[in-house]
């Protein structure tokens, strides 16, 4: 029988902005939405991708003479180039590269190449309070390895929080709440209509997940990336507040400001970028928008904030 794996395109050591503590997080490839903002989209595509940055790249030439498709060649610059149509993502120009130019987002782990990964920093974990941090992409996409690194983390008595925009078979995932502590739950739109037309799909399943999710227990802080002229409405935040405060496990509603650190990205794997005149919100607008969340959370017993520095607020 196949070991069970699991396609992860990257791993960051000591982060303190996914979770309680000082955390290794784990991003997922695949994703189920598209979302017009996204700050990883090398995450999107289940498929194994190559990036050339160009600015990296000292011209040696090893990958244009080893490519066994011949998806490298010289433009009449002398610049090298990248035919993706042609690449297999075999990895080869990577393992070549001397100067990083090239990249590899995707690569398989068993249960166990990745759970050592983790296991590296079990000495962060038990003096940060922290864990590990599954995010993505999409964890929910790869429900069954989830599943299994989340139990093998539990074994072991290390914290699990996941990072989900809740798309996903829900009865697919619901065996991995029992070895999760803790979920950030993105709701990027209240209303269905806009939510297919900002993320490629409507919202139906993945309030109706959230709402599953709340009823099993599980602690949730819910998030909303907001992203200026797109959902930063006070109907549209006041929406999300008025869903939440129903649901039990729900405590913690954070705002995210929109940010634009993640258009080099499209650049290296020749995508382009869909909102390149959309501006950062000013804090002026973002505090407006917790103080209108909290009008309605507040009498609920649950908060609405945000962080300048996008830190943990505990």
């Not at 993706?84 to 249960?111: I, M, N, S």
């Not at 507040?298 to 962080?307: D, E, Q, S, V």
Request: proline share 4%; aromatic share 10%; with cysteine.
């Amino acid at each position: 029988m196949e070991e069970l794996t699991g396609r992860i395109f990257n791993i960051q050591k000591c982060c303190n902005r996914d979770g309680r503590g000082m955390r290794t997080t784990v991003f997922f490839k695949g994703c189920g939405l598209h979302c017009l903002w996204c700050a990883n989209p090398e995450g999107i595509s289940f498929k194994p991708e190559i990036t050339l940055n160009p600015v990296n790249c000292m011209g040696c030439g090893f990958c244009l003479k080893k490519c066994p498709n011949g998806a490298v060649f010289m433009d009449e610059e002398g610049v090298m180039q990248y035919d993706r149509a042609k690449c297999t993502a075999c990895g080869l120009c990577v393992q070549l590269c001397p100067t990083e130019a090239r990249k590899q987002f995707g690569q398989d782990y068993t249960v166990d190449e990745l759970f050592r990964r983790i296991y590296q920093d079990r000495f962060y974990f038990e003096h940060s309070g922290g864990g590990v941090t599954f995010s993505g992409g999409e964890t929910l996409m790869q429900p069954r390895f989830l599943y299994a690194i989340a139990k093998k983390c539990r074994e072991y008595h290390i914290n699990v929080a996941i990072e989900t925009c809740g798309c996903g078979d829900y009865e697919a995932f619901a065996p991995c709440l029992d070895y999760i502590d803790f979920i950030y739950f993105d709701i990027k739109h209240m209303d269905s209509g806009m939510h297919q037309k900002i993320t490629g799909r409507p919202n139906e399943e993945i309030l109706e997940n959230l709402k599953k999710i709340s009823a099993h227990g599980n602690e949730i802080c819910v998030r909303t990336p907001v992203v200026p002229g797109w959902n930063d409405s006070d109907e549209n935040i006041r929406a999300t507040a008025q869903f939440i405060s129903t649901l039990s496990a729900v405590r913690r509603y954070e705002l995210l400001a929109y940010h634009r650190l993640g258009i080099n990205k499209y650049k290296i794997l020749d995508i382009e970028y869909p909102l390149p005149d959309i501006e950062e919100p000013d804090t002026g607008h973002m505090l407006h928008l917790v103080e209108a969340a909290n009008e309605i959370l507040i009498p609920a017993g649950k908060k609405c904030f945000y962080n300048i520095d996008n830190s943990a607020d505990e």
